[in-house]
């Protein structure tokens, strides 16, 4: 503002001159002082502008470091999270096999030590089995679960039922469901966590196992004949499956019948998925 006053105050004074004396050297430095004034007040004004830009890119720079920070921090809590996940239902479906057959052992040895040598085999082989979990578990956390670990539902099943000695009935809808990796995997983990819930709270006899696919949806219902808990509390493992599925766009529900009910319904949509399908045969 001072330049612009400045500036119209000299054009006022040499047009003074100009009426006085007009010649052709008045008229040159008029118009030499008009167009050096409104250069420098042109080359200010950019200084200004180009000085307030540079507090701004400092700014935004410092805003995107910050921001840059929490994702990172949000990544490694999500990696944590999903660790934990992972870890909490291998793991914890693999002790609570375990620790039912050191159970039964306990009982058994002393009436039949042969019998007592054979679970304690057994316990053995499931231990090593829980090793190598732990170890894919940490390997790590592949966004898709392998086809062969997808053909070992047959072979969780029936390690789990030796295990615990529960009745486990399964019903397949048709016979040959084909899956993308991604939501097998969360159809896997939501069976194992079931059945070891099944396990460990519900003191039930039987679970039967429902899996129907129909249209471009997959519905899945796992019954216990266990006892009632009311009211019942989500702990990791329910939240996980909680998790597990809405991350697919699904729906997951949690209800006494008397006994313990999980109903899990996930959208399926092959044409738009690129993910090679797998045929899951239980």
């Known amino acids: 503002m001072i330049n612009i006053v400045i500036f119209l105050a000299s054009m006022f004074k040499f047009i003074q001159i100009l009426q006085i004396n007009w010649n052709l050297s008045n008229v040159s430095l008029t118009i030499f002082t008009f167009f050096t004034s409104l250069l420098m007040i042109l080359i200010l004004n950019y200084g200004k502008y180009y000085s307030e830009e540079q507090q701004k890119s400092k700014e935004l720079y410092r805003e995107l470091k910050a921001y840059a920070d929490q994702v990172r921090e949000l990544t490694r809590t999500e990696e944590r999270n999903h660790l934990a996940m992972e870890i909490h239902d291998s793991i914890g479906h693999t002790m609570t096999g375990l620790i039912m057959e050191l159970e039964m052992c306990k009982r058994v040895i002393p009436q039949n030590q042969e019998q007592g040598i054979q679970l304690i085999q057994h316990a053995l082989d ?31 099943i029936h390690r789990f039922r030796n295990q615990t000695g529960l009745n486990i009935h399964v019903s397949l809808d048709p016979e040959k469901i084909q899956l993308p990796a991604s939501i097998a995997s969360v159809v896997y983990r939501i069976l194992q966590e079931t059945l070891t819930n099944a396990a460990r709270h519900s003191h039930c006899t039987t679970v039967n196992i429902t899996i129907q696919k129909k249209k471009d949806s997959l519905y899945m219902k796992i019954l216990d004949n266990g006892e009632a808990c009311n009211p019942y509390v989500e702990g990791n493992g329910l939240k996980g499956m909680r998790k597990r599925v809405e991350g697919l766009n699904g729906s997951i529900a949690f209800s006494q019948t008397p006994g313990f009910c999980v109903e899990v319904c996930i959208p399926v949509n092959l044409k738009s998925n690129k993910t090679k399908a797998f045929h899951t045969l239980i």
């Open 126 to 156: 499931t231990a090593r089995k829980g090793f190598i979990e732990i170890r894919s578990s940490v390997d790590v956390l592949k966004a898709e679960t392998s086809q062969s670990e997808k053909e070992n539902w047959v072979e969780m």
